[in-house]
């Protein structure tokens, strides 16, 4: 695969060169935070970010979004037919997405995207993307990729890893799709230190985030007997169920589906949900399978946890972006549950 | 790519209420378009997702067999906002539907079986599919013996009453129905409930299954009787419900450990069952 050295003052060239061909999406300073973005000015996109506070996860499942439309008009006789929408599934480039986000669509995948059933949206969404990464030089404190499979600098699920090496980018191919996409650029000469730079970068970075649990040590125990731990008791006694940490985390993909009317014109609309909510499992009838918070909080943690490995033997879907661990109002954090859920209270190196 | 979101629209062809209390109703809906009923096609046990255009949808399960052409067929209970409003809809209004949906009970395994339904209330649906199915010419010396316990709290609350009644004169098929009390002199059947009348009519458990639908409390009951009579839990067959949306084992709303009931299920055996959080 090819490798090209972006200078960093050629990289806003590259982006509205980019932003003539593709469609550019890419991390936006919004005030306070960085967030995806569908980009219009080639200076908007900053590379120089920790990570967005949202997951780039509405790229290919936002958070509302029309499924079909309907009149219900009487005298049209087309009245109560769900329609189709017209989408733009041009092709689009997504910029400077981190190696966790980009895992997790690897991971959300086999959700969305079976033999046998696929969510047309996600799956043509998908296919029209490349995604050009970012790797990590400086994770953060809630940060642990590296626990759960991942890493700084992995390449899983990119199509073309940037490595800052300081004065410039090293952008990596991954796919033939990222080296059709490098074959357009012209590149600057390669820096003879770059090879190393990049060696030390990643050592560092991994070195930085250790071990938080070990995954084989929960995954591979009996589902029901985790199920019955009393572990669960300490974990939601301080949990409100507020979602915050699924609508931030780019492997919950639970959504809703209702219908929206005005006058003689509706929609049937898509919508982001949480097992956090009681209403998530409330049936008709008045019961609830999952009325206690306890059975929600639960199931947050053993779905990523147990259930999903369980069901697709591809690893636990947590990315170990940490975006939970930063917003939960309660301190509930995932690397403690987890250690938990291994057998007590097992502390990180 | 075709899109399993998009309903396929049907009309209402008629309405049926079924029981005296006016909750149930059965809907026998006609495709506007035959490559839309070419496609559909089901085994009884599977449900589908009827939609209403601006109501928003519901897993109902199909109460048509599919040896009955030309129709699908669906009985509803009236409880929340889309089944309310379908309650209210008229013959010739149009409608959709989504499907067929997860898995059905399993018809190859039975072959060469015994089979003994067992059912309550509203929840006879698609053990009435299930029936017409095996009743059927073409399918009926593929099983052994037929027997079928339904009950109901009392006898206006039976669903299909003059089909129970043909099926009760026919000898293919041995039917034990029953009502929880009744103070019609004139009702010819059993008096008791679900599980005490199976204890009394014993089905055999040799060579056979057992299907069971119904209210939770019903079910509770009647498995230790199924138990005592020698069915072993990987020959009792049961349906799950939960709140759904996608129905396609996407949406994760029916989640309950490995499985989404609305992909993986809704037919579980008591024995994968165990081995499930009791979260349903």
């Known amino acids: 695969m090819s490798e090209i050295y972006i200078a960093r003052e050629k990289l806003p060239g590259i982006v509205e060169q980019w932003m003539g061909r593709y469609r550019l999406f890419g991390p936006v300073f919004q005030g306070q935070y960085h967030e995806f973005e569908q980009v219009k000015q080639p200076g908007a996109v900053d590379l120089d970010f920790v990570n967005t506070k949202l997951s780039p996860k509405g790229l290919f499942h936002p958070q509302a979004e029309k499924m079909f439309e309907f009149t219900l008009d009487k005298q049209n006789p087309e009245a109560g037919i769900l329609k189709e929408i017209p989408r733009d599934y041009s092709e689009r480039v997504i910029l400077g997405i981190r190696p966790c986000d980009a895992r997790a669509f690897v991971l959300d995948d086999v959700n969305f995207n079976t033999n046998d059933i696929k969510d047309p949206w996600w799956v043509r969404r998908r296919e029209c993307s490349t995604l050009v990464g970012l790797a990590c030089n400086d994770p953060c404190s809630t940060c642990f990729c590296t626990s759960v499979g991942g890493g700084p600098f992995d390449t899983a699920g990119l199509d073309v890893l940037l490595v800052d090496v300081g004065d410039g980018f090293v952008a990596q191919a991954v796919t033939p799709k990222g080296e059709d996409l490098l074959a357009g650029i012209q590149g600057d000469p390669m820096p003879g230190e770059a090879p190393q730079k990049i060696e030390d970068l990643k050592k560092a970075a991994e070195a930085s985030l250790g071990k938080a649990f070990q995954v084989e040590s929960f995954t591979q125990k009996n589902m029901l007997d985790l199920f019955s731990d009393p572990l669960w008791e300490e974990v939601q006694f301080s949990c409100i169920n507020c979602g915050t940490c699924t609508f931030v985390c780019p492997t919950c993909w639970c959504f809703d589906i209702q219908d929206e009317v005005s006058e003689d014109k509706g929609a049937r609309m898509r919508l982001w949900d949480a097992c956090m909510f009681p209403l998530f499992t409330y049936h008709g009838s008045g019961h609830n399978p999952r009325g206690q918070k306890l059975q929600r909080v639960r199931q947050r943690f053993m779905h990523k946890l147990k259930y999903y490995p369980d069901k697709y033997g591809n690893g636990v879907a947590c990315v170990g972006c940490g975006r939970c661990v930063k917003a939960c109002p309660v301190n509930i954090d995932i690397r403690q549950v987890a250690r938990l859920m291994s057998d007590g209270c097992v502390c990180p190196a | ?280």
């Open chain 2, 1 to 280: 790519m075709h899109n399993p979101y998009l309903p396929y629209p049907v009309r209402i062809e008629s309405v049926v209420t079924e029981s005296e209390d006016r909750n149930q109703k059965t809907f026998k809906l006609v495709f506007l378009n035959p490559e839309d009923e070419a496609r559909f096609r089901y085994m009884p046990g599977q449900f589908a997702e009827l939609s209403v255009a601006g109501q928003g949808e519901i897993p109902i399960g199909i109460a048509s067999s599919p040896t009955e052409k030309g129709f699908i067929m669906f009985t509803v209970n009236k409880v929340g906002k889309v089944s309310s409003h379908l309650h209210n809809m008229q013959e010739g209004d149009i409608m959709g539907v989504r499907g067929p949906l997860g898995n059905w009970y399993p018809w190859d395994t039975l072959e060469g079986k015994n089979v003994v339904i067992i059912g309550g209330g509203f929840a006879f649906t698609t053990l009435r599919s299930s029936i017409v199915y095996m009743l059927d010419p073409e399918n009926r010396s593929k099983y052994g013996n037929i027997d079928v316990v339904y009950g109901a709290r009392m006898p206006g609350l039976l669903l299909y009453k003059e089909e129970l009644a043909a099926w009760e004169q026919r000898d293919d098929i041995n039917m034990h129905i029953t009502v929880d009390g009744t103070t019609d002199p004139n009702w010819k059947y059993n008096v008791g409930f679900v599980p005490t009348v199976t204890k009394e009519k014993a089905p055999s458990a040799d060579n056979a299954y057992a299907i069971i639908c119904g209210p939770p409390i019903m079910i509770k009951f009647t498995l230790p009787v199924l138990t005592e009579l020698g069915f072993p839990p990987d020959r009792i067959i049961s349906s799950l419900e939960m709140r759904m949306k996608c129905g396609i084992g996407i949406c994760g709303r029916c989640n309950i450990g490995t499985e989404y009931v609305c992909k993986d299920g809704p037919v579980f055996t008591l024995e994968k069952l165990a081995t499930l959080p009791n979260e349903y």
